[in-house]
């Protein structure tokens, strides 16, 4: 996959990640075939780039004391024991796919998928209770509507591992972080997520066979069109 796991795509098989399954709706899956046919990279802002050290400063942590880190010791209360950390899994998901993905960590006793998120706050309204809240629930709503971890459990059972839960450990910081370059955390929240065997099954035969169904025929307009590939 271009610019990501140092895997090229082909035209026949699609190296692809759950981030561009997402994209892939009736509107947005041609935009995503044309980027994993021709290797179009792909834009990271400030606040990417920020979680992309924070994942590796976790991992570094991680790999030293065989634990979660400790930021989220110290304010969630939690010390799992973990592995897999940053671990690449790819697994041909469907014919002519072959999903990739970057586990953050794994719990083997809880069974449980470890998911680190940066998210932001304004940092002028963290004193007021209600805004905390209200950004924390719609965070929670948000991740507890998401189908990674779902993605993330299948390939893990597809080498043999079934996972049960799912816990995304969010780190919150001010929002206006890559603009005055001024950097001030302002919170953790631990949102949970149950998986069960029917969970996995289901999104493989509903929402990931659509996303890739539409990924293969976007594959193939493009390389039967000579106008649209010259776009």
Known sequence: M?????????????????SDLVRCTEKGVLTVVK????????????????????????YKESIKTGRIP???TDALGINWKVSKCEEQMNHTIFPCVELWST????????????????????????????YVESVKHKTELYYKRSRQHL???????????????????VEYWNEDRWKNKQLV???????????????????????LKERCERLLVARDVFMNDSKIITK
């Open 185 to 207: 955390c302002v919170g953790y929240q631990r949102i949970d997520v149950e998986i069960s065997l029917n969970d996995i099954v289901d999104f493989k035969n509903n929402w």
């Open 103 to 130: 586990l953050d960590a794994y719990c083997p006793s809880e069974k449980r998928i470890i998911d680190y998120k940066t998210a932001s706050m304004d940092i002028a309204k963290i004193k007021d209770p209600k």
């Open 35 to 58: 980027e994993l046919l021709f290797g179009k990279k792909r834009y990271q802002g400030g606040i990417t780039e920020f979680g992309s050290l924070r994942h590796e400063m976790f």
């Open 70 to 72: 400790k930021c989220f």
């Open 151 to 169: 993605c993330y459990a299948l390939q893990l059972m597809m080498s043999g591992e079934i996972p049960k839960h799912a816990t995304y450990l």
């Open 2 to 18: 271009p610019n990501t796991y140092g895997v090229d795509n082909d035209g026949i098989i699609l190296n692809t990640r759950y």
